[in-house]
């Protein structure tokens, strides 16, 4: 049975269950449940906190999970990344009340307050800069205001947080993080692990991707698969009338607009999108 660990709660979890439901898998109907046997998957899902969860699957307690790089970084943990999930998404920052610090060389000597204290000595470190890093659980927008900290490092999604504190970011991003699947390299389940991998590249594919089918006249076959060159190559069928094809491709979403506009000045009509609900790549 492969053991996979699931955020049990915070930004990742309704997401990571909403991924992993279809992908197919079970999950859980109640949040009080911490494990989750499905059977006809050959899966057992353990919620736990996401800042756990780098650590058991470095350990080999269970074989891999969903988390944040952020996180997966800050633990020190042997976890590998495997893929990226396309949620989550935020960065890492230092930031400080304006006038304070503009470059990461102001942070040496001052005090830097974060929840992710691994991932900032590391890198203050790296960098060969001198500081004293506070250790907090959270809000540590704050602890400039409490006179706790001169700086703070922590997630930026919005910036929303930071501006109501008054505080402005600084230097470069220390990280761009998202939520990733992460394993456990000594794991005997590696095989199960890639039909997991598998499964979820199903899941990211589908919301990235449209189907586009258009009719296309004939002679213009190859330039309209160059503007849709689909993952691998589009299919293109005869139609009744042989002076026109029929195309049919992959697109990303976001660009579904732009190529229909494109496909249309070209000469191609009937121009269809329809979602993917599923794939396997
Ligand atoms: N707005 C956000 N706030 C916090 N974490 C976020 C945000 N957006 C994405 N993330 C990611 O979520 C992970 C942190 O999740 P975690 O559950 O530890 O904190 P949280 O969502 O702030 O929850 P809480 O603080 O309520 O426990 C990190 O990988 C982080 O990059
Ligand atoms: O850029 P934003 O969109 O404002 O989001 C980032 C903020 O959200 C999180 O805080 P959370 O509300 O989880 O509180 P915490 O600091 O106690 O974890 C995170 O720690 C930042 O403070
Ligand atoms: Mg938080």
Request: glycine share 8%; net charge negative; aromatic share 4%.
């Amino acid at each position: 049975m492969l053991r996979i660990a699931v955020p049990n709660k915070g930004s990742l979890s309704e997401p990571a269950a909403a991924m992993l439901r279809e992908a197919g898998y079970r999950t859980r109907r109640d949040s009080k449940e911490l494990v989750v046997r499905d059977e006809a998957n050959g899966v057992e899902l353990f919620y736990l906190r996401p800042r756990d969860i780098a650590v058991y699957v470095g350990s080999g307690t269970v074989d891999c999970g969903v988390t944040g790089r952020d996180l997966l970084l800050d633990s020190g943990s042997a976890a590998t990344e495997v893929m990226e999930l396309g949620f989550g998404a935020s960065t890492f920052r230092y930031a400080a009340r304006p006038g304070t610090a503009s470059t990461l060389e102001d942070v040496a000597g001052h005090r830097v307050a974060t929840s992710y204290s691994g991932l900032v000595e590391k890198h203050l470190a790296d960098h060969g800069v001198s500081a004293q890093v506070v250790r907090l659980d959270g809000a540590v927008e704050t602890a400039i205001t409490l006179g706790v900290a001169d700086v703070i490092a922590d997630v930026v999604e919005t910036g929303a947080t930071l501006r109501g504190q008054g505080l402005e970011v600084f230097g470069d991003p220390i990280l761009r993080s998202q939520a990733v699947l992460v394993r456990d390299e000594t794991s005997t389940e590696l095989a199960a692990v890639e039909v997991l991998r598998r499964r979820l590249l199903g899941v990211v594919t589908a919301r990235e991707y449209v189907m586009l089918d258009y009719d296309c006249p004939a002679d213009l076959v190859d330039r309209a698969c160059a503007v849709t060159p689909g993952l691998e190559s589009p299919t293109v069928s005869p139609l009744q009338n042989r002076e026109w094809v029929a195309v049919r491709a992959m697109v990303p979403r976001g660009v579904t607009n732009a190529v229909m506009d494109e496909l249309y000045e070209l000469g191609a009509r009937a121009i269809l999108v329809t979602d993917i609900t599923a794939c396997r790549l």
